[in-house]
């Protein structure tokens, strides 16, 4: 076994981009799933790196330059990366940029959102394009990689535009996504095995920002987010009094902060409900700790279960 190893490590050390197909990513998660599609037949060209924040960030001239040395970029999409049409206009036809989000089906970002202003969403759409928005991308949620199945379609989206710009290798990449959606069933199962120690009723995320809706749909939560999609956003004082009654009528036991989130106003509500404040959730899929689908997942599974399930305060 160790000889084999020592045998691929020297061919990949000896053979530098004989066969590697170059790929850029705008998404540490999307850096992963391509790795594990794609094994030694990429090159992983990371531009936004753990530890970045997803939700402003843009290029600099340095990762213009990164991305033009690629075949491939790879985007989340659903709005959260809103320099795309300019970068698509200034790479050029070289490198393909593809939204694995666009073919992910959307949930709609309006539950527990409250806008300052109360728009319908009708008029929201037309504020599409302003720039000060910048978190307000239109109405889609464009945290798709909290969910497993998900995950699984992206794997395919991944493997099919990989075969597109490297068709000699297209079986191998069918093989990738297929094994990594087995791995991913895999810990939905998992998942869902721990998440059944919390009963239904108890099943509110109450979190920082609004970053969990698939996460919730797929484990049955009912989500709570204090300061709207892209973390920008101040919790308007309606908002937390509901939340606080949510909290009380619900009895639930914890809220939770994010890595790269931890607003006051979840001590205030901790405070004034007695709830815990849990472990911090990996919202963003970019904790320098975790930055995979997979150790981003069992964190917050874990995490979750501690703090919401029946047993925890008794065992911990
Ligand atoms: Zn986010």
């Not at 705008?26 to 936004?48: F, K, S, T, Y």
């Not at 290029?59 to 991305?67: G, H, Q, R, W």
């Not at 969403?121 to 909290?146: C, I, T, Y």
């Not at 309606?238 to 989130?261: C, L, M, S």
Request: net charge negative; hydrophobic share 40%; charged share 25%.
């Amino acid at each position: 076994m160790k000889q084999l190893f020592l045998t691929f490590g020297f061919l990949a050390a000896a053979l530098p981009g004989l066969a590697a197909t170059k790929v850029a990513t705008l998404h540490p998660i999307l850096a992963d799933l391509a790795r594990q599609v794609g094994g030694a037949n990429v090159e992983v060209v990371e531009i936004l790196k753990p530890g970045a924040d997803i939700h402003h960030f843009e290029p600099a001239p340095k990762d213009l330059a990164e991305m033009r040395g690629t075949k491939l970029l790879l985007a989340s999409g659903k709005g959260l990366e809103s320099f795309l049409d300019k970068l698509r206009d200034s790479l050029g036809a070289d490198v393909k940029l593809v939204e694995v989000g666009a073919k992910i089906p959307s949930i709609p970002f309006e539950e527990h959102h409250h806008e300052h202003g109360d728009k319908e969403p009708a008029e929201k759409e037309k504020d599409h394009d302003h720039d000060e928005h910048d978190h307000h991308h239109g109405s889609e949620d464009p945290h798709w990689w909290h969910s497993a199945e998900n995950m699984k379609r992206a794997a395919r989206i991944v493997a099919d535009e990989l075969s597109a710009v490297d068709p000699a290798n297209a079986s191998a990449y069918a093989a990738g996504a297929k094994a990594a959606s087995k791995r991913f069933g895999e810990l939905k199962s998992w998942a869902q095995k721990e998440i059944a120690k919390i009963g239904k009723k108890d099943r509110l995320l109450v979190t920082a920002h609004g970053a969990f809706g698939y996460f919730c749909k797929e484990y049955g939560f009912e989500p709570i987010s204090l300061l709207g999609i892209g973390r920008s956003d101040d919790a308007s004082s309606k908002h937390v009094a509901e939340t606080i009654e949510e909290i009380r009528e619900h009895g639930i036991k914890a809220i939770f902060p994010e890595d790269q989130a931890n607003p006051k106003v979840l001590a205030e509500i901790a405070r004034s409900t007695g709830v815990k404040i849990g472990e911090p959730l990996i919202a963003d899929g970019t904790a320098k700790a975790a930055h995979t689908f997979e150790t981003m997942l069992a964190h917050n599974v874990r995490s979750i279960v501690a703090a919401l399930a029946p047993a925890a305060g008794a065992a911990k």
